[in-house]
């Protein structure tokens, strides 16, 4: 079958479950062939063999039952980096670049900073920093053995060395450890009963990644608690959280004895990212 004619089928097949069904068609018949997605233009007539359709197709259904494209490939893309996904944890979203844009719009880029990424899943914030600020020593960790072990991973396919992944729950395994001139954490803070757990790409993502008790608040007022223990002074904690959260965690920062808080906007518009000082 030609390419065009294998790919108009998807495009068919996905247009009623996903908003980008030609870009994942797309996707998913590059990782098959091992082309880049510009191939499709430059040789649309090219003709597809039936080991790779039987292949393509089998992707093709996944994805039409919901499974996120990032699953499929194994494989995501944040910020500079190129980053191996699995189901042990959260893939990682264009918004959560705001955290990093507001982590590095705090931190002072003219020397070496400790920095800790709390509940870091794939690494992605983490590494993401520590590819900015070379200088700094960046650690992350996660509860999750295999997400560690995911993000060190990362850490070597992306041929950084200034970071280290450690398995803890929040502050638990950092008792010794140096104080923090930065700590950053996209941790849960979905509602349990929220009903978009039941809706979309989230429905195939590890529900301790997403929920937190008390409105989706626990998570992160056990940091806010907890954070000053292990931070540096005049160090920042940097969130990001619910679209309707912010007031609440500014409330919880103020509360805590923090200052020079702020909250950033998403992509879409909403409040996503708050900071803090604490002082």
Not at 80 to 101: F, G, K, Q, Y
Not at 102 to 110: H, I, K, R
Request: some cysteine; overall charge negative.
């Amino acid at each position: 079958m030609r390419m065009d004619e294998l790919l108009k089928g998807a495009y068919e097949r996905l247009s009623s479950v996903s908003d980008t069904a030609q870009l994942d068609a797309q996707l998913l018949l590059a990782h098959v062939l091992t082309v880049s997605t510009s191939y499709f233009y430059t040789w649309p007539e090219k003709m597809v063999g039936s080991d790779d359709i039987t292949r393509f197709n089998d992707l093709l259904a996944r994805r039409e039952q919901g499974e996120p494209v990032a699953y499929l490939l194994g494989y995501q893309a944040f910020w500079s980096l190129d980053l191996e996904v699995s189901p042990c944890t959260l893939i990682p979203r264009a918004d959560t670049e705001r955290l990093v844009e507001a982590a590095l719009s705090v931190v002072d880029m003219s020397r070496a900073n400790r920095i800790l990424d709390l509940g870091t899943g794939t690494g992605a914030i983490a590494l993401s920093l520590a590819s900015e600020l070379p200088q700094s020593t960046v650690i992350g960790v996660d509860l999750i053995e295999e997400a560690v072990a995911l993000a060190k991973r990362n850490a070597v396919r992306n041929r950084l060395t200034n970071v280290a992944f450690l398995q803890s729950s929040w502050f638990e395994a950092l008792e010794d450890a140096e104080p923090f001139d930065l700590i950053v954490s996209n941790p849960p803070y979905i509602d349990p009963d929220d009903k978009h757990l039941s809706q979309g790409d989230v429905r195939f993502e590890p529900k301790s990644a997403l929920v937190a008790e008390k409105q989706g608040m626990a998570d992160i007022e056990h940091i806010i608690q907890q954070a000053p223990n292990y931070m540096a002074p005049n160090a920042y904690l940097v969130f990001e959280h619910g679209y309707d959260q912010a007031a609440a965690v500014r409330a919880c920062l103020k509360k805590a004895n923090f200052v020079a808080i702020e909250s950033f906007q998403d992509l879409g518009g909403n409040d996503r990212v708050t900071i803090g000082q604490y002082s």
